[in-house]
């Protein structure tokens, strides 16, 4: 036996597949991660996802999703949605400041915990009138996975297994909304996605959503099939990311990106709770370290 071989062991099959989902991924990569889902989610509460502000004169049209109902949450009120709002921002403030080195560490623990549960009591909210965006489902997990990670500093590149768990964690699910996507196609389609593809979606959804941009393009039937068929073969091929190695993975998080601006262009639909969390496939702690850094010494 080599000496290489006799310091480095090889690695069992079941050694791999745990590796897998407990990585070694550097405590300030979930810093980073924390703060920029945290801002989409308070960005999401603030102009995007309004019901439980907006409907909160109209009890009657209060329709609780089971999660609602386990939880026994009673309808919004003016008062009660001013305060779960206040709470993300003030959680997400607490985020931000506790991944400092001078703060101490409860103050992301706690802002952690706050914005968690109080973003997912307004997205409970939310779908509780009348329709469920499964685009929230990997920004409310990760939101409650992310504190397991415990205290992570912007400048702290330890190694940690929980901090690469609960990016992992995020990672699955950013995927599966994908996935899922398709899954739902299949079912209103009778199991047949040949259906889905080589439908009128497209041309319906832009008559439903008329602009300028789309209004050019609806009455190209074969385009707009072929943009479905590229939409499918898309959201299939979306668990092909964690094949790609990380220092190339910002160009496939680009990609979707980039497909999401396409939706939105077009159809006026962002995604944009989905499109945060391919943050957790980027290693922040490389492009955003600490600030300014450190000199490099020279000898003469």
């Known amino acids: 036996m080599s000496t290489a071989t006799a310091a480095y062991p090889t690695r069992t099959g079941a ?4 590796d897998w989902w407990l990585p070694l991924v550097p405590r300030a990569r979930v810093a ?3 703060v920029l889902i945290g801002t989409v989610a308070l960005i999401d509460a603030l102009f995007l996802l309004r019901s ?4 909160a004169g109209t009890p009657e049209f209060y329709d609780p999703v089971v999660l609602a109902q386990l939880l026994h949450l009673p309808p919004p009120g003016q008062a009660t949605s001013l305060l779960v709002l206040t709470g993300v921002a003030a959680g997400l403030l607490g985020l931000a400041t506790g991944g400092t080195t001078r703060a101490p560490a409860w103050v992301q623990h706690v802002g952690g915990g706050l914005l968690a549960g109080c973003y997912l009591i307004w997205c409970v909210w939310g779908m509780s009138f009348g329709y469920v965006a499964h685009d929230h489902m990997a920004i409310v997990v990760g939101l409650l996975l992310l504190p397991t990670a415990g205290t992570c500093r912007y400048a702290d ?4 297994e929980s901090a690469g768990w609960a990016l992992r ?8 909304t994908y996935t899922g996507s398709v899954l739902a196609k299949m079912v209103l389609n009778d199991w047949d996605l040949l259906r889905w593809a080589n439908s009128g979606t497209l041309v319906w959804a832009f008559l439903r959503r008329p602009n300028p941009v789309n209004e050019l393009l609806v009455e190209h039937a074969l385009l707009l099939r ?3 068929w590229g939409a499918l073969v898309l959201e299939l091929a979306a668990p092909l990311v964690f094949l790609v190695r990380e220092h190339r993975r910002w160009l496939v998080v680009l990609f979707f990106i980039g ?5 939105f262009v077009l159809l006026g639909i962002h995604f944009l709770p989905t499109a945060i969390c391919w943050s957790a496939f980027l290693p922040w702690e490389r492009w955003l370290g600490p600030w300014p850094r450190p000199r490099r010494l020279t000898t003469s």
């Open 15 to 18: 050694a791999r597949v745990l």
């Open 32 to 34: 980073w991660v924390r």
């Open 52 to 55: 439980p502000r907006d409907r």
């Open 157 to 160: 590149r330890t190694p940690s």
């Open 169 to 176: 964690m995020i990672q699955i699910l950013t995927v599966f």
């Open 226 to 228: 072929a943009g479905q």
């Open 259 to 263: 497909f999401h601006l396409s939706t």
